[in-house]
T-cell receptor
Framework: QQQVKQSPQSLIVQKGGISIINCAYE??????FPWYQQFPGKGPALLIA?????SEKKEGRFTISFNKSAKQFSLHIMDSQPGDSATYFC????????FGQGTELSVKP | DSGVTQTPKHLITATGQRVTLRCSPR?????VYWYQQSLDQGLQFLIQ???????AKGNILERFSAQQFPDLHSELNLSSLELGDSALYFC????????????FGSGTQLSVL
């Protein structure tokens, strides 16, 4: 019940395309759903986050879509750029922050 | 720069040994978290301290222990090391005790040979 399942494990997108990463959770007590971005040699950094009282949050090219009934949420990266190439982690928290397995995104020029 | 400092950046040791990883949180942050990152397990939550007290525990082995000192820095002690303990260990800090944004350090890469 504490798991957060993330897919796909890796993703290759052409520059200008849309990157979509999906996550699912079981614990209905989770009330905070952030996405973290990690570059090689660095620690994860918060990218965008959502709470379950809204279905969508957009910040620039990054959008979180949240489906409370399905217990799923996703990250959409519009107009993907080579600089977006990184590992992305979804997470969920009802106290301690539980991370998904990560998605390695590669954006090809 | 997140403001979270971890030392050392790299650590190479042998099986059976004991090591200490150190973390200085961002100025003003009262919570410190430890995570283990490996290729097959992803980012695993180990333990959280808030203002010197243990707040939450995750998948932390009995061979591992941590503490947070009065100046709020934290140490993660790993003993009787095994090959499988080789991983990247991250410290993170936050202002609040639960939820909210975590600020991660750059990690300590532990290699057990």
């Amino acid at each position: 019940q504490q798991q957060v399942k993330q897919s796909p494990q890796s993703l290759i997108v052409q520059k200008g395309g849309i990157s979509i990463i999906n996550c699912a959770y079981e614990n209905t007590a989770f009330d905070y759903f952030p996405w973290y971005q990690q570059f090689p040699g660095k620690g994860p950094a918060l990218l965008i986050a959502i709470r379950p009282d809204v279905s969508e949050k957009k910040e620039g090219r990054f959008t979180i879509s949240f489906n409370k009934s399905a217990k799923q949420f996703s990250l959409h990266i519009m107009d993907s750029q080579p600089g977006d190439s990184a590992t992305y982690f979804c997470a969920a928290s009802g106290g301690k922050l539980i991370f998904g397995q990560g998605t390695e995104l590669s954006v090809k020029p | 720069d997140s403001g979270v400092t971890q030392t050392p950046k790299h650590l190479i040791t042998a099986t059976g040994q004991r090591v200490t990883l150190r973390c200085s949180p961002r100025s003003g942050d009262l919570s410190v978290y430890w995570y283990q990152q490996s290729l097959d397990q992803g980012l695993q939550f180990l333990i959280q301290y808030y203002n010197g007290e243990e707040r939450a525990k995750g998948n932390i082995l009995e061979r591992f222990s941590a503490q947070q000192f009065p100046d709020l820095h934290s140490e993660l002690n790993l003993s009787s090391l095994e090959l499988g303990d080789s991983a990247l260990y991250f410290c993170a800090s936050s202002v609040v005790g639960l939820g909210g944004e975590l600020f991660f350090g750059s990690g300590t890469q532990l290699s057990v040979l």
